[in-house]
């Protein structure tokens, strides 16, 4: 299957009332279930094929910033209101990437400002390397992934104040 319709099936299962839904294509077995994560898993039952391993979901950590003095260490939690604010989410599962290649800088950092069509990642799925928007005009506040952590569908990224 290509990643767009695995796109497609997700968001048809996620609009729709059903909580877990599985498919066989092509000896490829797709398996989703809402209310507790989207997760894909697709598995091909060929014989000489070696085992898929599916690596376990990551766990999302809250931000911290680490404040410095000349008294020890602090490290104070992120405190961020977000009623007012909106997420840029992850429309795939893939790799978190900030910047296009490891030499160049970061799309946005906090306090950057963009637009509705200001590229601010990357996300790669299997060896595709997606551009996420925006979609939003606004200044990104709290950027909520690390480089190089894996996401998940529907996985806040970014929170930007809207203008």
Do not use: W
């Not at 990437?97 to 970061?106: I, T, V």
Request: glycine share 4%.
């Amino acid at each position: 299957m290509k990643i767009q319709e695995i796109r497609e099936l997700i968001k048809l299962v996620d609009q729709s009332s059903i909580d877990e839904f599985e498919m066989e294509n092509d000896g490829s077995i797709i398996k989703m279930k809402k209310n507790s994560g989207v997760q894909v898993v697709e598995t091909h039952v060929v014989e000489s094929a070696p085992k898929q391993q599916v690596a376990p979901a990551p766990v999302v950590q809250p931000a911290v910033s680490e404040v410095k003095n000349d008294t020890p260490e602090k490290v104070e939690q992120s405190v961020v209101c977000d009623e007012n604010l909106h997420k840029i989410v992850s429309p795939m599962v893939g790799t978190f990437y900030q910047s296009p290649s490891p030499e160049s800088g970061a799309y946005v950092q906090v306090g950057s400002n963009v637009q509705n069509d200001t590229v601010v990642c990357i996300v790669e799925a299997m060896k595709l390397f997606n551009e996420i928007e925006a979609e939003v005009q606004g200044e990104i506040v709290e950027i909520l992934v690390k480089d190089g952590q894996l996401v998940e569908y529907g996985q806040p990224l970014f929170l930007v104040k809207s203008k």
